[in-house]
């Protein structure tokens, strides 16, 4: 058995089938009750979403929805407006379309069936990596970052004191100018699990030493989620030290419910103050 969970923060369409559980990230945080399950019960850090994102999802599915599903093979994490091209139907280009458009390849193809036999056979399913337009991951980072280089700084040496058999993997890993960003996945159980704790030991361990930066709204939000994104291609490479681990690359299936003429005008939102940009930019994604 395999379960998508579908990570929603507002109301947006709903995508729900025998293999996809929608779920609300930062319920506690926002005081908004979707219809669907949240992150906000049992074992939850569904308070700390403005800085961990669509993690506190990821958390609560590893603590309290895994726990009470023994036959959950599998289990992975797609985005109300991003699925990972299960049924390969692009051939391994990257896909924009609309949500109607969407839905009837949801229907036809994101059954348990059928998602099954996708992923069965690998121990990571995850999108393409794409290169970050930088030198480094860390450069890609700083640049749109500046305020924040202590806290990557922090993390990756959390990474290595972890994982100090695998200096040479993590030094290629962090060379290498490709990333995972706007990671989508599914993972055999046991290396979820793996990841999860991997990610948190190695966060809990940065803010054990200094506050993170940008816990305020603004575009300094999220650090350790924008981390953890960043830092997925150093756990691949660790995990490839198996030769015997199985991987999988698919397309990133993007949706929009801008109308024609949003093209035209967003040149003149983006001169308006950061709030107001954010809130039309949100209505329109």
Not at 111 to 117: F, G, I, L
Not at 264 to 283: A, E, I, K, Q
């Amino acid at each position: 058995m395999t379960k998508l969970f579908c990570v929603y923060f507002d109301d947006r369409p709903i995508w729900r089938s025998d293999a996809v559980e929608p779920i609300q990230a930062g319920r506690a945080r926002t005081g908004v009750t979707l219809d669907m399950v949240g992150d906000d019960t049992g074992d939850s850090i569904s308070g700390e979403n403005l800085r961990y994102g669509e993690m506190t999802a990821w958390y609560w599915v590893w603590k309290n929805w895994l726990p009470k599903h023994p036959e959950a093979e599998r289990v992975g994490f797609c985005h109300y407006r991003r699925f990972l091209d299960l049924p390969d139907l692009a051939r391994g280009r990257k896909v924009r379309t609309s949500y109607r458009a969407f839905r009837r390849t949801f229907e036809r193809h994101y059954c348990e069936a059928e998602v099954d036999a996708a992923v069965r056979d690998y121990d990571i399913v995850m999108r393409r990596p794409q290169h970050c337009k930088a030198e480094s991951p860390r450069a890609e980072f700083v640049n749109g970052h500046p305020l924040n280089a202590a806290d990557w700084d922090r993390f990756e040496a959390a990474v290595r004191a972890r994982n100090p058999e695998a200096k040479a993997e993590i030094d290629r890993a962090l060379s290498t100018p490709m990333l995972a960003q706007e990671l989508q996945f599914v993972m055999r159980r046991d290396v979820f699990c793996d990841f999860m704790d991997w990610a948190f030991s190695c966060c809990r361990a940065c803010e054990r030493q200094a506050p993170w930066g940008g816990e305020s709204e603004g575009p300094r939000a999220r650090t350790p989620a924008f981390l953890v994104e960043r830092f997925f291609m150093v756990y691949l490479a660790i995990c490839r030290r198996d030769p015997g681990f199985r991987v999988r690359e698919l397309a990133l299936v993007k949706l929009s419910a801008r109308p024609w003429w949003y093209s035209l005008v967003r040149p003149f939102v983006s001169l308006l103050p950061y709030r107001l940009n954010r809130r039309v930019y949100d209505r329109f994604k």
